[in-house]
């Protein structure tokens, strides 16, 4: 019967769950835009049940071997079960991955973990907000993962943007000097960097590689410290 719809009719039940604006404010926006979105996506699904068999994308990369290759951007607002795995290894393309850390049970990284490794971006944002969430199994395996492609898997890697440092001494602290030492990287964006920040930013410095630091608020203690050593001066830039 779907077979039958007009084109127009098809356009209308999809472009209010199928329309991402493909603009870098888009991709690296940390509102969240998809998971957020005042409908369900998922109803789309209930037109026929073609189209509900058709709707992971896992099978729709298995069935269109190339389709994979065409893919740059992907944006991860959760761990997706195992099927991310299989998407991943269909996409090896992708240029820049969004990554949340806000993963919280029963939501599953059993499939990013080890998917991973199949791709190698050039840009990496990554986006979490809660002090506490090494305290979960999955997230903490997503991590170590992340940490271990940044550092030794991922050889394109030159850009990577994280809402702050954290707290010095923290779980956190340890993926964070990881990325820092990472050899191929030339931009770190720090969105709302705090006081605790100023004291990881030196050792980010003595990375040879790296070009630029952006940080997204001038605070005073920035100020005091920046100007005493002369290479953090040299890149650091204000957005």
């Not at 604006?21 to 073609?50: I, Q, W, Y």
Request: hydrophobic share 45%.
């Amino acid at each position: 019967m779907v077979n039958d719809f007009p084109e127009e009719l098809i356009s209308e039940i999809l472009a209010h769950v199928l329309m991402v604006f493909e603009t870098e404010k888009m991709f690296s926006d940390t509102s969240f835009p998809f998971v957020s979105h005042p409908g369900r996506n998922s109803s789309a699904l209930l037109v026929c049940r073609t189209w509900l068999r058709a709707c992971a994308l896992q099978d729709t990369l298995l069935d269109n071997a190339g389709l994979g290759q065409y893919m740059k951007m992907l944006r991860l607002e959760g761990g997706f079960g195992p099927s991310i795995q299989h998407i991943l290894q269909q996409s090896p393309n992708i240029t820049d991955i969004f990554l949340s850390l806000r993963i919280r049970p029963p939501d599953s990284t059993d499939g990013l973990v080890p998917g991973l490794q199949y791709i190698n971006p050039i840009k990496m944002i990554i986006d979490e907000d809660d002090i506490n969430f090494y305290k979960n199994k999955d997230l903490r395996a997503l991590v170590a993962a992340i940490q271990e492609c940044a550092t030794a898997k991922w050889t394109n890697l030159t850009s990577i943007s994280l809402p702050y440092v954290g707290i010095m001494g923290s779980e956190r602290e340890s993926l964070v000097r990881a990325l820092f030492a990472c050899r191929t990287l030339k931009t770190i964006s720090l969105r709302q960097p705090s006081m605790m920040d100023v004291l990881l930013l030196l050792p980010l410095a003595e990375n040879p590689s790296v070009e630029s630091i952006h940080l997204g608020r001038k605070r005073p203690w920035f100020a005091a410290v920046i100007p005493s050593n002369s290479r953090l001066a040299s890149v650091v830039r204000w957005t």
